[in-house]
């Protein structure tokens, strides 16, 4: 199964972006690109998902890189609720149902007021 | 409203106890997943189960059991030969075959700690 790699923590500064990176340099052309993220003592939660172009949603921006070896999850303006856990993994399409799906430690993004 | 349920919410285990920690999803999910996840730390994957009687190891099994009898149920065992079993359990969901691009929806969690 293709692995990803986070920081283990990053800050930034509310109402400012953030940008928060994924490698998955072994990424196959069925894997699609998911994120998650989880606050304190509950579940995680999806924020956006892509395959191959950027995507935006109403919580986040996903931008590919064109060799899919990487991608970044963009919030446009944190906020303190933001402050997370945020996971990226891969799912692969061609497997679906069939997943051992694997989260690693991701992210944990603090926000200063 | 849909999603899963997860309970009890926190839970407490006595030495040589077996318990179980129940998940019910009214999604239609074909898929369900168990993960353990300890302070500090990622989600590793206990059990997942693509459909009804039918489940697979995940990373961590060893000292666990599911079930999968119905499709909207999967309960995790938590049997005595888990030595170290306090952690923060998580149930998830996701359709199946047939669907790409399906998000996965996860419980509240269900706190375990030995007495």
């Known amino acids: 199964d293709a692995k990803t790699t986070q920081p283990n923590s990053m800050e930034s500064n509310e109402e400012e972006p953030v940008h928060l990176p994924c490698n998955h340099s072994t990424i196959s052309g069925t894997d699609y690109i998911h994120w998650y993220r989880q606050l304190p003592s509950q579940g995680p939660e999806y924020v956006i998902h892509?395959?191959?172009s950027n995507v935006n949603n109403r919580m986040a921006s996903l931008a590919i890189a064109e060799d899919r070896k990487s991608s970044t999850l963009i919030l446009h303006r944190a906020t303190l609720r933001d402050a997370a856990v945020y996971y990226c993994?891969?799912?692969?399409?061609?497997?679906?149902?069939?997943?051992?799906?694997?989260f690693g430690t991701g992210t944990r993004l603090t926000i200063i007021p | 409203d849909g999603g899963i349920t997860q309970s009890p919410k926190y839970l407490f285990r006595k030495e040589g106890q077996n318990v179980t920690l129940s998940c019910e999803q009214n999604?239609?999910?074909?898929?369900m997943y168990w993960y353990r996840q300890d302070p500090g730390q990622g989600l590793r994957l206990i059990y997942y189960?693509?459909?009804?009687?039918?489940?697979q190891k995940g990373d961590i099994a060893e000292g666990y059991s599911v079930s999968r009898e119905k499709k909207e149920s999967f309960p995790l065992t938590v049997t005595s030969a888990q030595k170290n079993p306090t952690a923060f359990y998580l149930c998830?969901?996701?359709?199946?075959?047939?669907?790409?691009?399906?998000?996965?929806?996860f419980g509240s969690g269900t706190q375990l700690s030995v007495l």
């Open positions: 993994i891969l799912r692969d399409v061609s497997n679906f149902g069939n997943e051992k799906l694997t």
């Open positions: 999604l239609n999910h074909d898929a």
């Open positions: 189960s693509q459909i009804v009687n039918d489940f």
């Open positions: 998830a969901s996701s359709a199946s075959v047939g669907r790409i691009n399906e998000k996965l929806f």
């Open positions: 892509g395959l191959t």
